[in-house]
């Protein structure tokens, strides 16, 4: 079979891997690197409209990017006009205005992981900026200026970190030294705080906004010459701030993607095979058209991309109702001659046959010789099952597009909640066939960020965005909102994948592993005409291993990892801590199966493995997600020790309560969780409590940060219990009534404790969620001795509600 | 379609439907653009569009515009009066319970009418009250929390 490897990261889209390989080339410190960013270190300073100081840092095209307007951050008013183009400098992250307002610019989108807060804090902690004075703005799309802006992998984080550092520091600095100079005094004598400058000498004080004007006229310093803070001064980072939204949130003011409405804007829906790549036959277009409030309606034959345009049927109304009743009545007949026939009961038949064969048909990793090992030892072999799981963000995809003609060159407008807006963008620019622009820039095409109602990995594909934009165009130029229903958005998913694995290993005589084989049974893009080495966009993503050098890679003797692939259709991506969100079931619940072969206590039975590591790190890093490299064992056994005293492991415990425990490295957060469940007679599984202990270096906002944790554990949990089934290429959950989140009752005492180190800061949108399963599954074995080894735990007879 | 008159808020507005099945979300977010109150669903599983007939909590997505006809509907943005936040808005607000949001106006409208009906309701009244508003990112916890420290600001101010 001509398959594809996986390598470390591939179940990320290439665009997601181009922006974490250019990040990972920026966040190689201070050595300049070539291309846009090798600017870095460029800083500007300049007045802002009404006087005030406005810094722009970092990664600009420098005096022309300084000379761009943005529209209004604010994006379009409910009801009214777009909101008019401010005078406000794109190239900016600090701006201080003369009556003492703090304007930190976010570059990132807000999926919910809380990055607009985090920024503001990691800004305003440099500058010394008073809290209530701060005001967090959303950055325009402009990767000239800003460089990355996405939200994937947990990297938001550690990659801005000391960019957003030094532009808090670098302005502090500016303020001082304007204070300095209209005080003749040293800077070294000036102290700031609560965006207040003082010279304690001469009991003189002045505030930031007092001093804009001033520090604006004055050099901005260059990287080298700003100092940021020590640790131990640190007055805002690590404190609960609650969330910069919240009170527009709590009001219901507009802020996600579904909230934009524009002047003359018209509502679409778009009608697509159920089972996908299948093309429209004929439908009822002029029965559609006469219905009341339809504009339109039409066929968009697409471009047979999944990531992109597939065709399918575009109803375009006069409002949302219009457009939802009149796709209640479309009759569409499929030519499904290219379509999906896939089938979750045929792909489990054939990983069965090829788990049967013994090792996969790829080697992907070889250490020692698990043969010889197995040979006398003690084994176990157990083969493993996991579903396929959609995203289900909350708010339904959609984009509002719209497709301007103009003389002097086409333009298109996006509003989006997208999670990597760049990518957006020059995709759907694409497919209307825009001017390319030098560099594929698409100059013509904008995307307003939206915030995200949800993310998950989800809205890291466009496809709707696409759609979007090509509706508009075939709609003669309209701004156009296109609305997915939840059954679209159900049926429609790039999916976490399901997928196999056959797993053997071995103790000897003192309970110590000693071999394991691991046999991934996993997909590849069937639309792909079998491309050697690569995948088509679109393809297949989060299907395989998060590496060849997964734990336990790397800490065996003897360890064999093979795959097996076999085609599928069904679109599959990044799905919250992809790859690893089942490696960790896997491999976490196979080490429980070992350590009770050998009848170890499981948690002394973990710290000894992270005690045999067998060769260095591979690759430090590791920024997209999981793999071996970047696992340190010392930060391993620390949470895994603190996790057994905080959780009282081993202790006595209420009756019919059990414990479970798991560890898992991945977006470079170090994760232990125990979890305490009992299962009742019907096999209802209740989580009393989940203790976490994570170590991602210093945390930004506490409150922020607990929270994630928090849903995490629930997402994790709600997740063991479900699954989309797939037979003949259709998704049979339709709705909420049948894919089943789980609700309040369910919700289960979480405590989180985060390690105080000095490792740098990472992200916390996934790290925690890939130990949560496995520790809850080792819990239920604990508590019935019946190994969970199919997911969901329905399969085996289990629920959760 | 006829037009009918619709109170939302204290306001009377008129509008136009599309025919006599048309929901009052679309109504709200379309005609009215009160878009705080959001689409989750369509099919009265997930509360994010919970508002208020007559201070009951009601998922707009399932409710005909036409019944909401003489009622007085109360949105998101209809609880806040003169800018100051109900108790459960600040709740929400101290407690930093949303993460993405997008289910927190649907959460806060079914917590407000919980605590008109039940002073101080147990971790049972509200699981078994709030079951019927999904949130994706799992704030349930914090949802609680708020939902407590709320009723201890009405008890409050009310003795």
């Given amino acids: ?801 | 379609m006829a037009k009918v008159k619709l109170n939302v808020n204290g306001k009377d507005h008129e509008v136009e439907l599309v025919d006599d099945q048309h929901p009052l979300l679309w109504v709200l977010r379309d005609e009215l653009g009160l878009v705080g109150t959001k689409f989750g669903c369509g099919m009265a599983q997930c509360g994010a569009c919970t508002v208020h007939l007559n201070g009951s909590p009601t998922r707009s997505c399932s409710v005909p515009a036409i019944a909401a006809v003489g009622q007085k509907i109360t949105t998101i943005e209809g609880l806040a009066q003169n800018g100051v936040l109900t108790a459960v808005q600040k709740a929400w607000i101290d407690h930093d319970v949303p993460q993405c949001g997008y289910c927190q106006a649907g959460q806060i409208m079914s917590a407000s009418a919980l605590l008109r009906e039940k002073k101080n309701p147990t971790d049972a009244d509200i699981d078994s009250y709030m079951q019927g508003n999904l949130c994706r990112c799992g704030t349930y916890l914090r949802i609680r929390t708020a939902i407590k420290s709320a009723a201890k600001a009405l008890n409050g101010s009310a003795s």
């Fill in chain 1, 1 to 801: 079979m001509n398959s594809v490897i996986n390598t470390e990261n591939e179940y990320y889209p290439p665009a997601i891997l181009e922006q974490i390989a250019l990040m990972e080339r920026e966040s190689q410190g201070s050595a300049p690197v070539t291309g846009p960013v090798s600017r870095r270190n460029f800083m500007k300073v300049s007045a802002g409209a009404g006087g005030g100081l406005v810094l722009a840092f970092g990664l600009g095209l420098g005096e022309k990017a300084d000379a761009q307007q943005a529209p209004g951050p604010g994006g379009p008013r409910p009801g009214g006009a777009p909101a008019a183009p401010q005078p406000i400098n794109t190239n900016a992250y600090v701006r201080i205005a003369p009556d003492g307002r703090i304007t930190l610019v976010s570059k990132n989108p807000e999926i919910g992981q809380g990055i607009k807060t985090a920024f503001g804090i990691i800004m305003a902690e440099e500058l010394d900026a008073k809290w209530s004075d701060v005001t967090i703005e959303q950055a325009p799309i402009d990767s000239a200026t800003y460089g990355q802006q996405f939200a994937g992998g947990s990297t938001s984080i550690p990659s801005a970190y000391n960019t957003l550092r030094n532009a808090g520091a670098a302005a502090r600095a500016m303020l001082v030294a304007a204070a300095a100079k209209q005080w003749d005094v040293p800077e070294s004598e000036i102290t700031t705080s609560e965006s207040v400058v003082r010279h304690a000498a001469s009991n003189r004080s002045l505030t930031y906004g007092a001093l804009a004007t001033a520090a604006a006229a004055l050099p901005a310093p260059t990287t080298a010459q700003v100092k940021v803070k020590d640790r131990k001064d640190w007055k805002l980072m690590g404190k609960r701030i609650s969330g910069f939204d919240n009170p527009a949130l709590v009001t219901g003011k507009p802020l996600f993607g579904v909230d934009v409405q524009l002047p003359n804007m018209k509502v679409a829906v778009y009608e697509k095979c159920p089972a996908v790549g299948g093309k429209v036959a004929s439908a009822n277009l002029d029965e559609i058209r006469k219905l009341p409030g339809v504009v339109d309606a039409f066929i968009l034959e697409g471009n047979g991309q999944v990531a992109a345009l597939m065709p399918g049927v575009a109803i375009v109304a006069n409002n949302t109702w219009a457009a939802l009743s009149a796709k209640k009545k479309l009759k569409v007949t499929w030519d499904e001659t290219n379509a999906s026939k896939d089938s979750w009961t045929a792909l489990t038949a054939f990983a069965k046959e090829a788990a049967a064969k013994g090792a996969g048909l790829q080697e992907l990793k070889k250490v020692g010789d698990v043969d010889a090992a197995f040979q006398g030892a003690k084994t176990v072999e157990a083969f493993y099952t996991f579903g396929f799981v959609s995203h289900a963000t909350l708010e339904p995809q959609n984009t509002t597009a719209w497709y301007q003609k103009d003389p002097a060159g086409d333009k298109l407008e996006i509003w989006g909640s997208v999670q990597i807006p760049d990518s957006a963008r020059t995709a759907a620019a694409n497919v209307v066939g825009l001017a390319a622009g030098e560099r594929r820039n698409f100059p013509n095409a904008t995307l307003h960020q939206m915030r995200i109602g949800g993310g998950f990995g989800r809205r890291i594909n466009n496809e709707y965005a696409v759609e979007a934009a090509a509706i508009s165009k075939q709609a003669g130029g309209v701004p156009v909102k296109l609305m997915y229903t939840r059954e679209d958005d159900l049926t429609h998913d790039f999916y976490r994948a399901g997928g196999f694995q056959a797993l053997k290993g071995a103790v000897d005589e003192k309970g110590k592993l000693t071999a394991w084989a691991g046999h991934v049974i996993s997909f590849n893009d069937g639309f792909a005409a079998a491309p050697p080495g690569g995948r088509q966009p679109g393809g297949v993503q989060g299907g395989g291993w998060p590496s060849p050098n997964e734990f336990p890679a790397e800490y065996t003797p003897n360890y064999r990892l093979t795959q097996t692939l076999t085609p599928i259709k069904t679109p599959c991506g990044p799905w919250r801590a992809p790859g690893s969100n089942t490696a960790a079931w896997v491999v976490q619940s196979f080490m429980h199966e070992l350590s009770t072969a050998a009848k170890r206590d499981h948690a002394e039975f973990l710290l000894e493995v992270f005690g045999q590591k067998q060769a260095p790190v591979v690759a430090p890093g590791g920024f997209g997600g999981g793999g071996g490299g970047g696992l340190i064992p010392e930060r391993a056994v620390a949470t895994i020790k603190a996790v057994v005293e905080r959780s009282g492991w081993g202790k006595p415990l209420p009756k019919g309560h059990f414990q479970g425990l798991a560890f898992h490295f991945s977006h470079q957060g170090h994760f232990a969780e125990v979890a305490e469940v009992s299962v009742d007679s019907k096999k209802k599984v209740t989580l009393h409590k989940m203790t976490v202990v994570g170590d991602i270096g210093p945390i930004v906002n506490m409150s922020s940060a607990e929270n994630q944790v928090q849903g995490a554990v629930i997402d994790a949990f709600s997740t063991l219990a479900l699954e989309v089934n797939i037979e003949n290429g259709r998704i049979k959950e339709q709705n909420f009534d049948t894919y089943k989140l789980a609700r309040m009752p369910i919700a289960p005492v979480v405590d989180v404790h985060f390690l105080d180190t000095t490792y740098p800061p990472t992200g916390l949108g996934e790290p925690a969620l890939p130990p949560a399963g496995p520790a809850i599954c080792n819990a239920i074995y604990a508590a019935t001795r019946e190994r969970i080894r199919t997911l969901p735990i329905t399969r085996q007879g289990f629920s959760i509600a």
